[in-house]
Structure formats: C-alpha cells, structure tokens
Nanobody, 124 residues
Framework: QVQLVESGGGLVQAGDSLRLSCAASGRTFSGYAMGWFRQAPGKEREFVAVISRNGGNTYYAGSVKGRFTISRDNPRNTVSLQMRSLKAEDTAVYYC?????????????????WGQGTQVTVSS
C-alpha cells in the first residue's frame, strides 16, 4: 500500500508558473513509476507526465511537453511537477499516482495508488 498526498495547487494567472508536489508513504517509493494526471470538469482523467522508478526516463503529454517538468527524489519519497507558461486549459484537478510503466505506452490502469488531488485554476 502506498499513500500519496499532493500539494501546491492554487489560482494563478495565465503565463504563471506553479510547482506541485506529492509526498509518498508506505511501501518502497522507488519501486514505482510515478505519474501525474489531471481531470477537468466534465472531462475524463488524462495523462500529464510520468517518470520511471530511478528517474532516468520521463514522458509527457503533447499538450504540456516543453512547459511541464516531472522530477522525483527517491530518498525523500517525493515527486514534483513544475508547470510553466500555464494556460487556462491547464485548469483541472491534478493527481499523482504510483504504478507500473513499461517505458512506452501509458496505461492509466497500471497506476494502482492515487492521491486525493489538488486543484489548479488558471485564469486568462
């Protein structure tokens, strides 16, 4: 079992930056790939970014590539999402998740543990 708690969400202006953090507790953090997902009102949850267990590989959704950066600190059991040049369409509840990633296809069903989410609102 892994417990995940996100923080860092808030209300920002378009063009601003925001950094989300996710603290993990429970089973070995470094044994899991970590992902960030988001869900806007009326929409399905979508993939944002993923990082491999040792942090060596990352992958981003096309809509955030070049603007968002995912990173992890295994000794501190944390994963972060640095978001820059935020847009109104980035408004959503952001979730971190722990699971498995082959390094290729992202399958939301492979992420077994989820945080409660943190709201990010970008005003235009």
């Amino acid at each position: 079992q892994v417990q995940l708690v996100e923080s860092g969400g808030g209300l920002v202006q378009a063009g601003d930056s925001l950094r989300l953090s996710c603290a993990a507790s429970g089973r070995t953090f470094s044994g899991y790939a970590m992902g960030w997902f988001r869900q806007a009102p009326g929409k399905e949850r979508e993939f944002v970014a993923v990082i491999s267990r040792n942090g060596g590989n990352t992958y981003y959704a096309g809509s955030v590539k070049g603007r968002f950066t995912i990173s992890r600190d295994n000794p501190r059991n944390t994963v972060s999402l640095q978001m820059r040049s935020l847009k109104a369409e980035d408004t959503a509840v952001y979730y971190c998740a722990a699971g498995r990633w082959s390094g290729y296809v992202i399958n939301i069903g492979d992420f077994d543990y989820w945080g409660q989410g943190t709201q990010v609102t970008v005003s235009s």
